[in-house]
T-cell receptor, first 114, second 111 residues
Framework: DAMVIQNPRYQVTQFGKPVTLSCSQT?????MYWYQQKSSQAPKLLFH???????NEADTPDNFQSRRPNTSFCFLDIRSPGLGDAAMYLC?????????????FGPGTRLTVL | GDSVTQMEGPVTLSEEAFLTINCTYT??????LFWYVQYPGEGLQLLLK?????DKGSNKGFEATYRKETTSFHLEKGSVQVSDSAVYFC??????????FGAGTILRVKS
């Protein structure tokens, strides 16, 4: 089945220690998104890629970076995680355009910062 | 800017009760509208969608109708089950590739 895969499902890191979260997709979608979701809140968009074009949200901290080496993979790098960065990180993909193309979400990576 | 407002939860119902979760939106133009569901510890799954006025999206017994005149997209189900317990997010997609989410509504169904 075509899908969005996130690894690992659970990640524990130490305060200030860089961490990388991974997302891959078999849907061949040209748009990939990274969201941060804290408990009982809606997902918050951090950034998205339209093909190779990177689009950062205005309020995304510089501590968060992303790479998309090819269509299938996208990475979220947190350079110096703080306690406030503990959250669920969701990757999503979609076709581009203003039509009703829905976003397909992965299962998420839950990040714990000690 | 675009925004989505949904009823606050948690909503607690007994099994087989009727469910309504209200959702209204503010947007320029004619957005597409979505309901997503999130089960504990998982990502979001698309439940249903509607892309133009008067469209009805439906899936797994859930329905929602795109009402342009009231800018609403209320989620309904005639008979809820314990397995429907989850968080439900209403969302819109306007110009561009981004979704705008509501705050989410927790649904708890008791047996």
């Amino acid at each position: 089945d075509a899908m969005v895969i996130q690894n690992p499902r659970y990640q524990v890191t130490q305060f200030g220690k860089p961490v990388t979260l991974s997302c891959s997709q078999t849907l061949n979608h040209n748009v990939m998104y990274w969201y941060q979701q804290k408990s009982s809140q809606a997902p918050k968009l951090l950034f998205h890629y339209y093909d190779k074009d990177f689009n950062n949200e205005a309020d995304t901290p510089d501590n968060f970076q992303s790479r998309r080496p090819n269509t299938s993979f996208c990475f979220l790098d947190i350079r110096s995680p703080g306690l406030g960065d503990a959250a669920m990180y969701l990757c999503a993909t979609s076709r581009a355009g203003t039509g009703g193309h829905e976003q397909f979400f992965g299962p998420g990576t839950r990040l714990t910062v000690l | 800017g675009d925004s989505v407002t949904q009823m606050e939860g948690p909503v607690t119902l007994s099994e087989e009760a009727f469910l309504t979760i209200n959702c209204t939106y503010t947007a320029t133009g004619y957005p597409s509208l979505f309901w997503y569901v999130q089960y504990p510890g998982e990502g979001l799954q698309l439940l249903l969608k509607a892309t133009k006025a008067d469209d009805k999206g439906s899936n797994k017994g859930f329905e929602a109708t795109y009402r342009k005149e009231t800018t609403s997209f209320h989620l309904e189900k005639g008979s809820v089950q314990v397995s429907d317990s989850a968080v439900y997010f209403c969302a819109l997609k306007g110009y561009g590739n981004k979704l705008v989410f509501g705050a989410g509504t927790i649904l708890r169904v008791k047996s």
